[in-house]
């Protein structure tokens, strides 16, 4: 979906606000019927979520807080977000790993038991198919999750080069996680909410790890990730379980986590640094000048063998033509395709984010300069409806992360 999910959930909320019911239900609403549902989405209607078209899915953007009062209680306490939307599959067969290897970046073998690292998938061009976060959890089976709006093009991409893959003697299966709901719990009260729900010890469990286990009654692939810059977890649950896990986290937390929205997911993850498929990273994108140099495994780089290989690894010898980098800047929030120019007026590049920052009180964004331009620091206009305004290079992410490591 392009364009930013917090500037769509502010125009719902305007023109409910309003009282411009019809108007909102005609603009946002008007596929409703073909829209996919999750098991959660009476639970999400009850509770005041305003439901928006994504990616084929009725999609909760926000609930009663603002986007604004959700992020913070995100950062200050937690918040509980349905993204049964994505896609959840496995890879079996005492060759998953091979053929894996062959369509990301990650040092897939590489990987302990029970780990995962976020990854690319690369066309011939190594541009980037998809971004994914995938879990090695045992030799013979791989555990991963791609975006809702890529999931067509990933499965019939994985497909095709499976059935060659399969045809060549090779041993590897899927199953695609349709029966399970995807539930991700981020924020300080993470942790010790889930705790009261599980009887495996979570401290044992740190960022970026994965584990089957009981929650709540149920068998779920439990994962420390997120998409948010806090400390948190993904949760994969037997759809019919779903429900009665949410609604035991929300009751274990006293109120302090809340529900919370898309459009909140947004801003998180921008304050993050982190990139939306579709708006930060396109098929005509590399991992390198995405500024995702860090997840290509060192035996990747010295081996190849992933699509698109040559001209990623020419790229990290001689550097990216352009580059992905975080902005502050004046005047109203920057948005996708705001054009960004130097100091002397010329374009070098576009934004491809932003927004205002809730927890920063002032403006962010991301977007790709020329290379030279990408340092830290360096002044820059940016076009906003024909105006331009003053603008700096900054590192990301923009708020501090706060994923649970080994001390």
């Not at 959840?88 to 029970?114: Q, R, T, Y």
């Not at 190594?126 to 093009?153: F, M, P």
């Not at 576009?350 to 991301?366: Q, R």
């Amino acid at each position: 979906m392009r364009g930013s999910l917090w500037q769509l959930g502010q125009s719902i909320t305007r023109r409910l606000a309003n009282g411009d019911k019809k108007a909102v239900a005609r603009r946002y609403f008007a596929s409703e019927a073909e829209l996919k549902k999750t098991a959660l989405y009476d639970f999400h209607v009850a509770h005041g979520g305003k439901m928006v078209p994504f990616a084929g899915w009725s999609m909760p953007i926000q609930y009663k807080d603002s986007i604004m009062d959700s992020t913070l209680n995100c950062r200050e306490n937690g918040g509980l977000f349905d993204v049964s939307h994505m896609c959840g599959l496995s890879l079996k067969g005492k060759d998953s790993i091979s053929f894996l290897e062959k369509l990301v970046i990650a040092d897939v073998a590489g990987l302990a038991p029970g780990t995962g690292t976020l990854t690319v998938f690369t066309n011939e061009k190594g541009g980037a198919i998809d971004d994914s976060v995938i879990t090695k959890v045992k030799d013979d089976h791989i555990y991963l999750v791609v975006n809702a709006g890529c999931r067509d093009k990933d499965l019939a991409h994985i497909e095709e080069h499976m059935k060659a893959f399969k045809a060549k003697g090779g041993d590897v299966s899927w199953h695609i996680h349709d029966e399970r709901s995807l539930l991700a719990l981020q924020g300080p009260l993470a942790a010790p909410v889930l705790q009261h729900l599980t009887k495996d010890d979570l401290s044992k469990l740190y960022f970026g790890e994965f584990r089957v286990l009981d929650i709540n009654g149920s068998l779920c692939f439990l994962t420390r990730t997120g998409y948010t810059g806090e400390d948190g977890f993904e949760i994969s649950v037997p759809s019919e379980n779903a429900l009665d896990l949410a609604k035991a986290i929300l009751e274990k937390s006293e109120g302090k986590i809340r529900l919370t929205g898309l459009g909140a997911r947004d801003s998180l993850r921008l304050e993050a640094g982190l990139c939306l498929y579709g708006n930060d990273m396109e098929q005509h994108t590399t991992p390198v000048e995405a500024g995702l140099t860090w997840a290509i495994g060192k035996r990747r780089r010295a081996e190849g063998g992933f699509l698109g290989a040559d001209i990623i690894l020419k790229q990290l010898q001689d550097g990216p033509s352009i580059r992905r980098v975080g902005f502050f800047s004046s005047g109203p929030p920057p948005r996708s395709h705001s054009e960004i120019q130097d100091e002397q007026g010329k374009n070098i590049g576009e934004v491809t984010s932003g927004g205002f920052s809730p927890c920063l009180k002032k403006n962010i964004a991301m977007g790709y300069v020329k290379s030279g331009l990408h340092k830290a620091g360096t002044k820059v206009k940016i076009l906003i409806r024909g105006k331009a305004y003053e603008g700096v290079v900054t590192k990301m992410p923009f708020v501090p992360t706060k994923y649970y490591k080994p001390s």
